[in-house]
């Protein structure tokens, strides 16, 4: 099992950037694929993208295409969310996820979560 930390959160105005962060322990972090998910306050989670298990490949959310970006470092255990251009819409609670296998959108593909952080856009 592996146990997931995210970190990073917090309040920033429209068009600015903020990086999340989700540390893992447990068992060896390499193996597995992990996606980023959104939750905002009224909605169902949402799939923000991903990377798999070797950083080679990564697949985001229309919404967020260009905007943000996935990366992972296996020597440290962490993958990273990295956005910028924020906007009104970003707020959520963003959580990350981790399953053995290839890339997925949902949700329930997942077997392992972070507890989220919290990212509030403001105007």
């Known amino acids: 099992q592996v146990q997931l930390v995210e970190s990073g959160g917090g309040l920033v105005q429209v068009g600015g950037s903020l990086r999340l962060s989700c540390a893992a322990s447990?068992?060896?972090?390499?193996?597995?694929?992990l996606g980023w998910f959104r939750q905002a306050p009224g909605e169902e989670r949402k799939f923000v993208g991903g990377?798999?298990?070797?950083?080679?490949?990564?697949n985001y959310a229309d919404s967020v295409k260009g905007r943000f970006t996935i990366s992972r470092d296996n020597a440290k255990n962490t993958v990273y969310l990295q956005m910028n251009s924020l906007k009104l819409e970003d707020t959520a609670v963003y959580y990350c996820?981790?399953?053995?296998?290839?890339?997925?959108?949902?949700?329930?593909?997942?077997?392992?979560w972070g507890q989220g952080t919290q990212v509030t856009v403001s105007s």
């Open positions: 996820a981790a399953r053995v296998g290839g890339l997925q959108s949902l949700d329930y593909e997942y077997a392992y």
């Open positions: 447990g068992r060896t972090f390499s193996p597995y694929t």
């Open positions: 990377i798999s298990w070797n950083g080679r490949t990564t």
